[in-house]
């Protein structure tokens, strides 16, 4: 299975942005996918988890901003962060969660600057 996250890039505090990962393989359907990030100097941190019945889960930190979200029939799992502040800034990834089961994929870098 290949995880590949996209959607990241630069933008202001109180900005948006959608981030995107397509998973491929025919496991992604029954797993609990989830959004992680790892800021520079800090651990990998799960930030967003969603069941393959839809049903979300936050860490207190983005609880009210993000929202995650997924599309089983395209294997792809969504973020939506709004509100964005200067500590959201990582590169964000997706897997299985709360267990990582597949090799992480490049990430997709959030800077949130003004």
């Known amino acids: 299975v290949q995880l590949q996250a996209s959607g990241g890039g630069l933008v202001q505090p109180g900005g948006s942005l959608r981030l995107s990962c397509a998973a491929s393989g025919s496991i992604f359907p029954t797993n609990i996918m989830g959004w992680y990030r790892q800021a520079p100097g800090k651990q990998r941190e799960l930030v967003a988890r969603i069941t393959s019945g839809n049903s979300p889960n936050y860490a207190d930190s983005v609880e009210g901003r993000f929202t995650i979200s997924r599309d089983n029939a395209k294997r792809t799992v969504y973020l939506q962060m709004n509100s964005l502040k200067p500590e959201d800034t990582a590169v964000y990834y997706c897997?299985?969660?709360?267990?990582?089961?597949?090799?992480w994929g490049q990430g997709t870098q959030v800077t949130v600057s003004s």
């Open positions: 897997n299985t969660a709360p267990n990582v089961y597949y090799v």
